[in-house]
Structure formats: structure tokens, C-alpha cells
């Protein structure tokens, strides 16, 4: 999940193909749908992004009462009007009728707390939840920023990799060879450095267990001389997510496919290729891509059908795009990696967003 930020934005507007009384408005890639004549192309106006929780009198004041996401109807959501795509609202509150949002643009102002605005956390089911400790060695997963809210991460032609985004919940794992402890965690609860505790009901300590990942990691760790290995998966099938892939995590047919790995050596946290490292060791996430970098190509591909199961069974949630060499972005302030969702993913009816 991405970091929330509420910022001014300076605007490019498009007309809406199907209605007379709308229009786009550009944000990034982001598209939103405004009324006619309300902004004009070179405008600053404030952006509010998808999964953002508004306060009532916000949600009041842009008429929006009853029309949000949720069970308060006050969580912004992508939805299509009129056929097309909105992802986030464009707005200019009353609370920055004295703000310069030219300015604020151009300084990257957060206006969040001053709205009030937070981000919504999805609720945790009981069976990725359970007792916890603390685990300053677990290694963590890092945010992914959308692509098209911050397309600069990649330059045009730049060699990527695009893999495939899974509709699960993030599964962490540690192994610390000079102790050979195992942390597993989940993101929401790794992001405060705490594991949970062995548990046979647990999905992710039954996923780990269940596909030998605690070996594998070790493993890895002596032939890299590392004093820590992390080990970022999807845990998915039914019982976990909506999009099951055909796995039934009720079950002990829990799908995992990792993603990504890091490793501590020498003192330094570096990440690694895990196709390269872990290919023929664990299930990994399909590569659907690897050439240069090209936005519209890469929306492209974040559309269709997965290929987890084989078989097509659902729509694919998006992609996940690296850089073919590891490195660093200002853009976002560290790694150089981004993802970008399918609109059909977004608006599907009955999904669920557990962390």
C-alpha cells in the first residue's frame, strides 16, 4: 500500500467523451472526473487520493454525502462515471481558500493533517492477526508508490521488470543466520517491527511452514555469507482475498509466491533479485515483462486476466515495475519501484483489501 499524501496539484483537462458536463482532470496519470469549466488546463487545485478517509464536514461540503466508499460512505474510492475512470477527487477546499495552491504545488505541501484526512486501514481478519513480540531484526517491507501518481520514477527507455501484482496479503519472513530465528509478520505489523508469535491457526506461519520457507531462507543465507535474509511473499486462495487463484487457504492449499528478498551483509540491507536467487526453491510471482520502460506499455499490461492459476480465473490486479539494476529514486525518496493497477481491479464489485 502507498504512502498518503494530499497535495496541490497543477492540472492538465481533458474532455469526458460522454458527458457534456464533465470533464478529466490529470493528476500524474490519474484521471478525475470534475464539472465542466470548474478548472482549467495549467490550474492548481487540491488532489485527494484513492483510500483517503474524509472528515464529515469535508465530505458535506463537496457534495459527496452518501456517495463515498464504506460503511460511513466517507473513503474515496476509483469509480467510473459516465464510462470513465476517476481515481481520487480534485477539489479546492474552503480550509486553502488562502493557501497559494500554485505555491503548495510546486513545494509538495501535504495538506492531510491540516484536512484531516487519513488513510484507511483495512480491518484484519482473525486469522492473520495473533499474539505478537517485538522483532527489531525483522527486515521490512518497504511502500509502493503508484506509477501513475509519480510517473518520474522511471525514465523513458529505461530497462525494467514487470512482474505480477497478487491479490493476497504480504507475508514477511526474516531468518537471522547467527541466531537461526524465523520472524514472520504481516506488513501492517511489521511496519512496527513486530512479528507473530508460531501459531498453527495463523495464515502466514501455516503459509511459511507449509512451502519450507524457513529452509530455503537459510540456505540463501550461507551461500551469501548474510547475517539476515528477508523473504517478501503474497499468501492468497480462499479465505484471504476475493481473487483466489484457484488455492483454498482454508484449507493447507494456501497459495505463496514471493516477490522479493533483501539480505543483510556486511552490515549493509541490499535487495536482490528473487527470480535469480529462489527460482526452483519457492513459488514466485509470474514475470510478465523485461525490456524498456514505457508508461502506456506498462498500463497496458496491468490489464487482463492473471496467469497465477494458469487457467484465467480472474481479472489481474496490476503490476509491480523494478528497474533491471537496483537502484535509487528521488522521486520517492528511496527505492527505485512502483506498481500500477488495473481500473477493472479498482471498480470490481465485492472486493475485499486486507493487509
Avoid at 22 to 32: D, H, M, S, T
Avoid at 128 to 144: H, K, Q, R
Avoid at 255 to 271: C, K, L, N, P, T
Amino acid at each position: 500500500m502507498s504512502t498518503l499524501r494530499v497535495t496541490a496539484e497543477v492540472l492538465t483537462v481533458h474532455e469526458h467523451p460522454n458527458a457534456d458536463a464533465l470533464e478529466l482532470a490529470q493528476v500524474g496519470l490519474y484521471r478525475a472526473v470534475v464539472a465542466k469549466g470548474a478548472y482549467r488546463t495549467g490550474e492548481a487545485a487540491l488532489y485527494i487520493p484513492e483510500q483517503s478517509v474524509l472528515p464529515t464536514g469535508l465530505v458535506e461540503e463537496l457534495g459527496l454525502t452518501g456517495r463515498l466508499a464504506g460503511s460511513r460512505s466517507d473513503r474515496v474510492k476509483a469509480v467510473r462515471l459516465r464510462g470513465e475512470l476517476s481515481q481520487g477527487i480534485v477539489c479546492r477546499p474552503e480550509a486553502l481558500a488562502d493557501v497559494d495552491l500554485a505555491l503548495a504545488a510546486a513545494e509538495g505541501t501535504d495538506f492531510a493533517e491540516r484536512l484531516g484526512i487519513v488513510k484507511w486501514v483495512p480491518p484484519i481478519p482473525p486469522t492473520m492477526s495473533g499474539d505478537v513480540e517485538a522483532a527489531p531484526d525483522l527486515l521490512p517491507w518497504v511502500d509502493i508508490e503508484n506509477i501513475q501518481r509519480y510517473p518520474g520514477i522511471f525514465e523513458p527507455g529505461e530497462p525494467v521488470i514487470l512482474t505480477e501484482k497478487l491479490h493476497g496479503s504480504a507475508c514477511l519472513l526474516t531468518y537471522v543466520a547467527d541466531e537461526e530465528r524465523v520472524y514472520v509478520s504481516s506488513k501492517g505489523f511489521g511496519s512496527k517491527s513486530l512479528a507473530l508469535t508460531e501459531d498453527p491457526r495463523n495464515l502466514y506461519w501455516r503459509a511459511v511452514r507449509g512451502h519450507g520457507v524457513p529452509e530455503a531462507a537459510a540456505r540463501l543465507a550461507e551461500r551469501l555469507g548474510a547475517r539476515r535474509i528477508g523473504v517478501f511473499a503474497e499468501v492468497y486462495g480462499a479465505g484471504v482475498q476475493d481473487l483466489t487463484y484457484g488455492a483454498d487457504g482454508r484449507r493447507d492449499t494456501l497459495g505463496y509466491a514471493v516477490f522479493d528478498v533483501s539480505a543483510e551483509i556486511d552490515g549493509e540491507v541490499r535487495w536482490l533479485d528473487a527470480a535469480e536467487l529462489l527460482d526452483g526453491e519457492l513459488p514466485l510471482v509470474p514475470r510478465l515483462f523485461e525490456g524498456p520502460y514505457d508508461s502506456e506499455r506498462v498500463l497496458e499490461i496491468a490489464t487482463g486476466r492473471e496467469t497465477v492459476s494458469g487457467r484465467g480465473l480472474h481479472l489481474r490486479e496490476g503490476v509491480v515495475i523494478r528497474p533491471a539494476v537496483e537502484r535509487y529514486s528521488p522521486v520517492t525518496g528511496g527505492r527505485a519501484i512502483a506498481k500500477a493497477v488495473s481500473g477493472a481491479y479498482l471498480t470490481r464489485k465485492g472486493g475485499t483489501e486486507y493487509e
